[in-house]
């Protein structure tokens, strides 16, 4: 992990010698890096007190997902719960903790929920169980990907490469994708899942490679071709819609990189964006993106994607890829060694909802109403809730 913790975790600068990038702001960011960034942000937030009685909201800079990834292949469940049990027991004996009994802390995970509620003590089963531990329920926890059915965490962007040091830097690139040139209706970056019955992935790569209007980058575990940002990153840039059907979990850093080269994201389920970052996405679906029920695509009853994709009116795709060029602001992660003047980033977004949230919160327990429930339960990543 250590070249991408280089820059304030933005990792080491891209090469932009075949120009899809621009010059500057643009970096080798893993995808589950986020715990860092997000702390390099937060410490420059421009209203940080040491005096907890006067937050708003109080910061647990703990790195939830560096620490799960250290243990994740192990098959020691003692070792995986051991940083998360004494970060628990160390909170609720703070005086801070007191105050709101948790509920005015929040803090960051750069994983998925998935990988922090494992279900038993089992030493082979996946995770830790961070999720599992009752004071965290009070707390407002941040990830890349949130639990369907848990109402104290919340998903945020993945970060992208794109990390702008000033203003400038985002117009400029807005700008830019505004002006691309989109040979193709659709494009698809990404590899099969032969191992998951429930896949799609093979259904949409079999299409998308038989259809002259589509771009596809097919990803195998040999190959080295989609570990390069460039080469996605300039299908997208060719792209009228991007499709972003589940992987692994229901979400994707694919995603965001599509949006950031203002192609709109097709999504198959609603866990892949609408249920999950509410605080960066619009409400209206409709306005940036297109839902295909991956069901529909599985049993084969609706339209071909690539017929649902044409019926859209040239119109009305421009206006969505303008409103997905619009996002790009507050879905990216700018440079915590710097500020963005005028502009709000994904960090001002979500500190943001958190104090907001923080504040409902407050108030409901001045009034004597009782503290929200959490519920929980045993599911699998890929399960339908």
């Known amino acids: 992990m250590c070249p991408y913790l280089v820059n304030g975790g933005l990792g080491a600068p891209l090469d932009n010698a075949d120009g899809v990038f621009a010059d500057e702001g643009w970096y080798a960011t ?7 960034i997000f702390h390099a942000r937060v410490r420059q937030y421009e209203c940080l007190t040491n005096d907890s009685s006067l937050a708003a909201a109080v910061f647990v800079p703990y790195y939830a997902g560096f620490d799960v990834v250290r243990h994740l292949w192990s098959n020691n469940a003692t070792a995986k719960d051991a940083a998360p049990v004494e970060l628990v027991d160390w909170l609720t004996r703070r005086p801070e903790w007191r105050a709101m009994g948790g509920r005015d802390h929040f803090v960051m995970s750069g994983r998925t929920a998935w990988d922090h509620q494992r279900q038993t003590d089992s030493d082979s089963e996946w995770g830790n169980k961070l999720f599992r531990l009752p004071p965290v329920w009070n707390m407002t926890v941040l990830l890349v990907e949130k639990l369907p059915w848990t109402d104290f965490d919340f998903a945020v962007p993945y970060p992208t490469y794109f990390h702008p040091a000033k203003d400038a830097d985002v117009l400029q690139w807005q700008q830019r994708m505004q002006g691309m040139k989109r040979d193709f209706l659709f494009s698809f970056a990404g590899g099969e899942r032969p191992g998951d019955p429930n896949s799609i992935r093979h259904h949409l790569i079999r299409e998308c490679g038989a259809s002259s209007f589509c771009n596809l980058v097919q990803c195998h575990k040999s190959e080295k071709n989609c570990l390069v940002p460039s080469t996605f990153m ?29 192609c709109v994201p097709v999504f198959f389920h609603p866990d892949s964006a609408y249920r999950q970052y509410k605080w960066h996405l619009p409400d209206d679906r409709d306005t940036y993106s297109v839902f295909i029920s991956e069901e529909d695509v599985r049993s084969g009853n609706a339209s071909s994607v690539e017929e649902t994709l044409r019926q859209t009116p040239l119109e009305v795709a421009e206006r969505m890829t303008e409103t997905v060029i619009g996002l790009i602001p507050r879905l990216v992660y700018a440079d915590p060694r710097s500020k963005l003047e005028t502009l709000r980033d994904a960090v001002d977004f979500t500190v943001e909802a958190v104090i907001d949230r923080v504040s409902k919160l407050r108030k409901e327990m001045d009034h004597g109403a009782s503290p929200r429930g959490h519920l929980t339960q045993t599911a699998t990543k890929r399960e339908q809730s």
Not at 30 to 36: R, T, W
Not at 239 to 257: E, I, K, M, N, V
């Open 30 to 36: 893993d995808h589950f890096g986020l715990d860092v």
């Open 234 to 262: 300039r299908v997208f840039q060719g792209a009228r819609f991007c499709l972003q059907p589940p992987g692994d979990t229901y979400t994707r850093r694919s995603a965001f990189d599509a949006i950031l080269a203002g």
